[in-house]
């Protein structure tokens, strides 16, 4: 005999259509639940007015990722082939790298040669961003995660090629076994299951 | 019609052609596109596969035997100094252009016809990478030593020289590489979880599970995502621009004439997309008969992307034309001789009238629409396209430098079977990577191609009137705002 103890995730709710999906959202919103998700095989067009959800603040991430990439761009040019950390009394920065100047082309080697420093620049600007953009998404969405109580559900598998889904779940504060039932039923929800976890 | 009879203030817009053929449903696209993985492949995969195989081979071997003897192997000598290798260089980096223009500039324009193809673009992008980097690496002599081209300190004390061109691409080819494969890798995410719903427990499911990084298509998580994607996009496009820029600048920062010349930039970026899209082309074509995709990659598809080529087409026709032009009216007697050494009197103008043929001559077919709609032309045209900008590169490069300032030092580059057969080799790689990717990973982006489906859009119907587009008569303003939560 099985003596696992289980966990209520909360309560999955399928839906046959995005048009359905969109209207049952503008319902859970404003029954006023806060730990709720939707889920579909493709973004929804509109969906996070639906769900009342804020803007992401990925762009601000990137935003500071892009800025040191410039910066250390920027650095490393002007440290190693310029003499522009002396003039401004920061010569020891230069002492650190310990190094030759490449004195070639005819170029300057004070700030003026800074044009020829922009491709590298600007290159290293979207490499930071770029990354920061995969990683901050990663923080930002709590993944890569190994499981997920929601795939406890046999149904949930569905999401991925046709299905769509309204999970409640039961840490909301607003949550309850009859009420967060009666809610998906009456927003047309099917297959409603209580999706539980062993723990 | 009633419809038009209501609409009599309103202008009618005309219904968009379909982007998905048949009024297929969300599963087909999804069968569809993992069967092509999880089905046996067909006998033609295997007969290009193996062939493939042994091309890499072939490829290795010739890499191997240059390490071991010297790069004196390939036929540079001076004053060519730089031949098939940068020609090959350019040639492959061109080509990934065209995935990232589909990928992060159609996206940014709102093309929504991108879905079908975008995928496989992008993939084709990071392969051919693969394949133009290899020969920079080995062109610098002693590959072993080609750690010195990144900016970490060593023993010598001497740093990276950033002002220089080679260096400007060493950071823009290998940036143009990292961010092409995390745009190509999250796109994936969705379609892996996609794969991975569908396998049984073992070790694939294991796999595309840990790539699928736990995705559970949460509007939470797709949220972000799209704002992620369009970051990338966003980034990516001034990236592609800037790549083929850079490589330009390799050339034209020098004093070399022919070289030096300030049209470089862009019509490097056009001849890029336009070689790039031929290949695309090239590729997908094949690819949508084998495994039966016609109702995803359809009829407008191609004709969109023959417009494409004709449109960049004529841009590079232009740049030539000009590069004549101001080669007369600069009134420079240098640049003037490199011109007429190009394409009259020079020991390789055979090389100057393919690339002006099958670049400038052969796309303008395109102007017809039946051209466009059929695709054995549309092959046909693409394949001199792909050679014609092989080509252009050889002109630019090779045949500038056989005719150097000192007479005494004119030589007729002659390539060597080392040469040629490295060439063909990475053909046999960029085609093994090609093959393996349909294998492996949907060839489709099956998330996208949903999303643009007519069913969903959440407010179809809603505006039953037919001939208007539901889009534009699409209003948020009462939904933007989420009513507030009691406390």
Redesign the interface.
């Known amino acids: 005999m099985s003596t696992t103890l289980k966990r209520v995730h909360g309560y999955l709710a399928e839906f046959d ?3 359905d ?2 209207h049952a ?2 319902h859970v ?2 029954a ?1 639940y ?1 730990r709720w ?17 804020p ?2 603040k ?2 601000v991430f ?1 935003f500071c990722g892009g800025i040191t990439g410039t910066t250390i761009a920027f650095t ?2 002007t440290i ?2 310029t003499n522009f950390w002396s003039h401004i009394g920061l010569g020891f920065l230069q002492k650190i ?4 100047p ?1 004195v ?2 005819g ?1 300057p080697t004070d700030i003026w ?1 800074l044009p ?2 922009f ?2 620049m ?3 600007t ?2 930071f ?3 920061t ?2 990683f ?3 923080a ?2 709590g ?6 109580p ?2 406890v559900s046999k149904n949930f ?6 299905g769509f889904f309204v ?1 409640i779940e039961a840490r909301d504060p607003k949550f309850s076994q009859e009420g967060t039932k009666s809610l998906l039923e009456k927003a047309g929800g099917k297959n409603i299951e209580l999706v539980e976890d062993e723990i | 019609m009633d419809a038009s009879a209501t609409a009599s203030n309103t202008p009618r817009i005309l219904d968009r052609e379909p982007l998905v053929l048949n009024n297929r449903s969300y599963s087909w696209i999804t069968n569809r596109i993992c069967g092509i993985v999880e089905n046996k492949q067909p006998a033609l995969w295997w007969i290009l596969f193996v062939p493939s195989v042994l091309l890499t081979g072939l490829m290795v071997f010739c890499f191997t035997y240059l390490i071991s003897t010297g790069v004196g192997v390939w036929g540079q000598k001076q004053p060519v100094a730089w031949a098939w290798d940068i020609t090959n260089f350019v040639f492959w980096i061109g080509i990934g252009h065209a995935g990232t223009l589909i990928s992060a500039i159609l996206f940014l324009t709102r093309q929504k016809w991108r879905t079908s193809v975008n995928r496989a673009a992008e993939a084709m992008t990071i392969f051919a990478v693969m394949c133009a980097g290899l020969f920079p690496a080995f062109h610098v002599g002693r590959v072993w030593m080609v750690w010195f081209l990144a900016p970490i300190p060593n023993a010598n004390a001497i740093w990276q020289n950033f002002k220089s061109p080679l260096l400007w691409d060493v950071f823009a080819v290998s940036t143009y590489f990292s961010v092409s494969a995390v745009f190509w890798f999250l796109g994936l995410v969705p379609d892996l979880a996609t794969l991975r719903d569908r396998c049984r427990p073992g070790l694939k499911k294991f796999l595309y599970g840990l790539f699928a990084l736990g995705w559970r298509g949460g509007n939470r998580h797709w949220s972000h995502y799209e704002t992620a994607y369009m970051l990338l996009a966003a980034l990516s496009t001034p990236l592609v621009l800037s790549v083929h820029s850079v490589v330009s600048f390799d050339f034209a920062t020098s004093i070399v004439p022919g070289w030096h010349t300030t049209i470089f930039p862009p019509y490097f970026v056009a001849g890029a997309i336009f070689g790039g899209f031929a290949m695309v082309l090239t590729l997908m074509l094949p690819v949508r008969r084998i495994y039966g995709l016609d109702d995803l990659i359809t009829p407008k598809h191609v004709d969109n992307m023959a417009k494409i080529i004709l449109l960049t087409g004529t841009i590079v026709g232009y740049a030539y034309c000009m590069e004549l032009f101001v080669a007369y009216y600069s009134a420079n007697p240098y640049e003037a001789a490199a011109f007429t050494l190009r394409g009259l009197t020079g020991p390789s103008t055979w090389a100057y009238y393919w690339m002006f043929s099958c670049n400038v001559f052969a796309p303008q077919l395109f102007w017809i629409r039946w051209c466009r709609h059929n695709v054995w032309v549309v092959m046909i045209v693409c394949m001199f396209v792909n050679a014609g900008m092989w080509f252009e590169r050889y002109v630019i490069i090779a045949t500038t430098l056989e005719r150097h300032m000192t007479p005494g030092s004119w030589r007729v580059y002659e390539a060597t079977w080392v040469d040629k057969y490295t060439f063909l080799g990475t053909f046999g790689f960029f085609m093994m990577l090609f093959l393996l990717f349909l294998r492996f990973l949907p060839v489709i982006a099956i998330g996208e191609v949903k999303g643009v489906l007519p069913q969903s859009n959440p407010h179809k119907d809603d505006h039953a009137e037919p001939g208007i587009q539901e889009e534009d008569l699409m209003d948020y303003s009462d939904r933007h705002v989420a009513k507030p939560v009691a406390a």
């Open positions: 259509s995005v048009k999906l969109y959202a503008e919103r404003d006023g806060q998700d939707v889920h579909s095989p493709f973004p929804i067009h509109g969906m996070d007015e639906a769900m009342g959800n803007s992401s990925l762009p990137v490393l040019e190693t082939q790298v310990e190094t030759y490449t070639v082309q170029k040669t020829a420093f491709p590298v600007f290159e290293l979207i490499l961003s770029a990354f953009t995969l901050g998404l990663l930002l969405i993944l890569p995660r190994w499981n997920h929601l795939f598998g569905k999401f991925s090629d046709d999970c």
